[in-house]
Structures are given as structure tokens and as C-alpha cells.
């Protein structure tokens, strides 16, 4: 199947996410068919994107800058914090455009099994502004996992140390435009319990 | 969503065969949230990819050398060449080792709708082979749709003009491991046809 170079394509394609050796031909061969259109931008844009990667040091979002560009947007209000499990969260919370505070990327969960314990996880910038009093709301948006949970209560157990700061999390239910006889029984079950007035 | 270098490597993910907008995020971050690891090797690996490669001129493989490792390889038989649509049906049939002969990629199928006509296709190498007397058999390997079909027999009306040459097709049946419920009238009515002797 050609060359070296060639192969080595295919072998790190293969290694993405999603991706098997079927689809790794197939994007090396889409690539290679017109390289100067294809293959040579994307590669000319991997290389920019991986010299100018930053991890902000307040939040832990990926961006270009250190503090990143949500951190440092004056009409942003940094009295409220995000915390979410991972960076594509925070874009997908972004992408919806629902929350005008800050964030707190933690990079994972805790998880015993998977070795990630609470000093595996970026707390730590989050603590330090909660000292300096700035903060006056904490969102707990993490994942409705068993993995999720036991985060979020490590987590409150810590907050509840600073007083004055409102501790609340995302709330479970019917998602928007969902059908109810396809949802799974513990969201069914969340759904009718934090149930409302209507 | 970060800054201006990870929207566009966002964008070009996005252009490539079965992504769209969600799947290049994820594959985005994947690469970025370790650089050293997943991006920078993989944008090396594009970029040497994109310089190396070439098309034989032989028989329009994409290899790192012209004419090809296929076409220069003593062990294959340059007698008897198998015609193909594309460089992946050539992987295909070279991963299943089952030709040992060489190839012709014509790069398309004639397609009057699609604006590809005879002059758009990698034939010109093949009937010079031809001429040149040292060819055998050819084996029409295309794929079994409509297009297809119109381009072997466009092909065969031209290889008609070349004396002592056989000209083969692949057969159409049932797909090996194949159950038979599963299979479409015109795959079933084709098996059914070549039917031979148990």
C-alpha cells in the first residue's frame, strides 16, 4: 500500500478517535488524491494550531491565549463559575450560549478504577479564586454518570468550606424536543421528580 | 470556540469524507489536548505524506516512487493487467493478495451526468502497454453500478482492436459469508445466473 510515509499516514489516521483502518485508507486516500488542495492545508493547520495551543492557567479551556479569551472578556461576569468534567463541555455550553460567567475545566473525574484521584483533577485554580472572594456562585455542570456524581459530591464537600458562595448544579430531566418513550428510566425517574409547577 | 488557528483546523476536519462539524471538534481535541503526543507527529506525518507521494505513471497507483513498487516488482506479472476505478480498489485487492499481475487505474468511471467522459479517464497507459505487445489478459475489476458497467463496455469495444489479448471480468455472485436473505434481487439474480456445475 505504497511507501513509508504513506503507511505511517494510515497508522497515526487509525489512531483517532472513531477511527478504524477502513476510515484511515479512506481520509489518507481523499488526501493524497489532491494533496496541494488537501492534504497540505490540513497539515499547514494542524502545525499552526499545535504551535499556538495554549491551556489557560485560570480555567484550563484550550485557546490560543493564557488566560484564554472567555477568562479575560470584560463582559463576562467572573463572579460565577462553570465547572465541567472536560474542554469539549466547556464548547459545547459556549456553542450554546447559556452561561455569561467563567469556567472550571476539571480534565476528567474522579474515578478509583480508572486511577484518577482528586490530585488528577485542575481544582485548584477554582479554590484559589473562591480564597480571594471573587466568586459568588459555583454551577456544578458535570455528567449525570455514576463517575459524574461522585465528583460533584467530593466537590461540594469542598466548596461547602466557603461561605457566602451559592453551590447549585444542572438540573436532570426531559431533554428539549425529546420524546418521552424513548428516554431510559433514570432520566424518566429525574424527570417526574424535580417535577414543577406548571 | 479558542482562537482563530483552532477554528480553522476545526473547519478543514470538517471538509474531510464523513465528518461534519461535531466529529471534527472531538477529533480537534483529541489532538490538542496532548500536542506532543497526537498533533505534531500526525501534522509530520501529513507533511511528509504530501512530499513524497506520487502518481505512477504507469499505471496511476499513488506510491512514493513513479512508476510504482507494483509496476517495477520482478515477481509480478506484467502480462496480465487488472483494471480498476480507483487507488482504493487497488489497496483492496492488494490487501486481499489475490492479483498478481499489475493494474490500470482509470481514476473514474465515465459519467455523462457527472461531466466524465473517456478523455477524463487514465487510459492512455494502458493501450500503450498494449501496443507494446506485452500484455496477455486484461481484467476488468470494475464496480458493479451503472457507471461501471457503461465504462467496461466502452473499455471493451477498445480492447476489441488488440489481437491475442483476453479480456476478462470479474464475476458477480454472492459476497463469500454472504446469507442470502440479505441479499438484493440483482445481486441474487446475477448468482443465480453464473450458476456452475457443484
Known sequence: MGGHEIEQLIRLLGRLPGFGPRSA???ALFLLRDPQARLVPLARALERAGEAIKTCSTCG?????????????????????????TVGDLW?????????????????TLSPLAGIGPEDLNVGP????LEQGSVREVILALGATVEGATTMHW?????????????????QGMPVGGALDVLDDGTLAAALGARRPA
Chains 1, 2 share one sequence.
Do not use: W
Open 92 to 108: 459545547a455550553l459556549e456553542r450554546a450560549g447559556v452561561h455569561r460567567g467563567v469556567y472550571q475545566v476539571l480534565g476528567g
Open 25 to 27: 485508507r479512506r481520509i
Open 126 to 129: 477554582l479554590l484559589e479564586r
Open 155 to 171: 466537590l461540594m464537600d469542598k466548596l461547602a468550606f466557603y461561605e457566602g458562595v451559592t453551590v447549585s448544579r444542572v438540573a
Open 61 to 85: 479551556n484550550l485557546d490560543t491565549v493564557d488566560p484564554c479569551h472567555i477568562c479575560t472578556d470584560p463582559l463576562r461576569d467572573p463572579g460565577v463559575v462553570c465547572v465541567v468534567e
